[in-house]
């Protein structure tokens, strides 16, 4: 997205009155307007603004998908994010808001960012921050509330056990009890009214190893139990719940070195995994969200660092979605900007996608903010 199309986005949104905004007046609180930043990126070191991404950065992005073409749908740019970020990990959403918190964000990697999107109105706020700031923090939504997980306090490392719970109502967190044990970049999703916290990197901090833990959080006792670990330890996974099966869907073994196209699926009443249909392209730090029946992967990472210098680096514009009922996946229109560690919710009818990293690893993050449905 160049610089006059980002600037032509945030000119629209603000274009907007507070008719669109009249709709959730009767439920929700009144939030702080954010307005749109003024850069698609800006760079970790530094946090100055980038409009341009540089010919190698480009180089980067990958569209293509080795799956069968599916309905292409399209994808169409939102308002960008108020402040260029990533390793938020994941995003959750909520009386028909999306709600984003933590991640890296100007210049440091400990935010304690909460961005609420509202799609009618095309327009970003600021929510009540979160109590500490941490990264990659594993975060779902169930019954008024968002909960947040986990998280690493430094970059991508040093995991710690903090959890809370947000009031959508009242514009407030609350400490619940604390994670069993230390973790950040795990998956956290709703099932039965249960919160399932699944696989993520944990401690030494040196190693930041991935984990298969698979523990369960039940709000009305405010308590931990434990279920069957995930078969492959790995982090920065896709993770949906639908029709009653939970789906953990490719991430990597430590490090995007060492990407999987593993698919497992959870079955709660055999608290067992087993196996099903990869995905097409081995990826990491991807969304995956439940549209029309199907799951869809959009964005992730992969490549090699040496010595912070990426070599087959590859950031991933491809979407693709998944049938449950053949157990098979197909290929739609990718992402006009590739990117991981992004924020993907629906809401109503399409899959937003806000922010990420535009190249491999955690140097430059990004404000921008698509949207996809199918025609």
Not at 13 to 29: I, K, N, R, S, V
Not at 170 to 195: Q, T, Y
Not at 223 to 241: F, I, S, T, Y
Not at 276 to 282: E, L
């Amino acid at each position: 997205m160049d610089r006059r199309t980002f600037l032509a986005t945030g000119a629209a949104t603000a274009a907007f009155g507070t008719e669109a905004l009249a709709q959730h007046a009767d439920h929700l609180p009144p939030l702080k307007d954010a307005p749109p930043s003024p850069a698609p990126y800006s760079r970790l070191k530094g946090g100055d603004f980038v409009h341009h991404l540089e010919p190698a950065q480009e180089a980067q992005r990958v569209f293509d998908s080795p799956a069968p073409k599916g309905p292409q749908g399209r994808w169409i740019a939102r308002a960008p994010l108020p402040i260029p970020r990533s390793e938020m990990a994941w995003a959750t959403a909520w009386s028909d808001r999306m709600h984003i918190v933590g991640g890296y964000g100007e210049g440091r990697v400990d935010r304690a960012y909460h961005h609420v999107y509202d799609p009618g109105a095309d327009r970003w706020f600021d929510a009540a921050p979160l109590p500490r700031g941490a990264n990659h923090v594993a975060v779902t939504a169930d019954a008024g509330r968002v909960y947040a997980f986990g998280g690493f306090i430094q970059q991508n490392r040093d995991p710690d056990t903090n959890a809370y719970a947000y009031d959508v109502a009242a514009d407030r967190w609350s400490a619940i009890a604390p994670l069993p044990r230390a973790r950040g970049a795990a998956a956290a999703v709703v099932l039965d009214g249960k919160v399932h916290l699944i696989g993520g990197a944990a401690a030494p901090v040196a190693e930041r190893a991935s984990v298969g833990w698979h523990e369960v959080y039940d709000p009305q006792s405010d308590r931990w139990e434990m279920r069957k670990a995930l078969p492959g330890a790995r982090d920065h996974v896709g993770c949906v719940a639908y029709e009653g099966v939970i789906h953990i869907i490719g991430g990597r073994f430590n490090t995007f070195e060492y990407n999987t196209d593993l698919h497992h699926a959870y079955l709660p009443e055999r608290d067992t995994w087993e196996e099903r249909s990869p995905i097409p392209t081995a990826r990491s730090g991807h969304g995956l969200v439940v549209y029309r029946g199907r799951l869809f992967a959009m964005g992730g990472e992969g490549g090699v660092l040496e010595q912070g210098v990426p070599r087959q680096a590859k950031v991933f514009g491809q979407t693709e979605s998944y049938d449950p009922r053949t157990d098979s996946w197909q290929q739609h229109a990718p992402m006009l900007t590739p990117r991981h560690a992004v924020g993907a919710t629906v809401l109503g009818d399409r899959i937003y996608v806000a922010g990420g990293g535009a190249v491999l690893g955690g140097s430059l993050q990004s404000a921008v903010h698509e949207a996809f449905a199918l025609e």
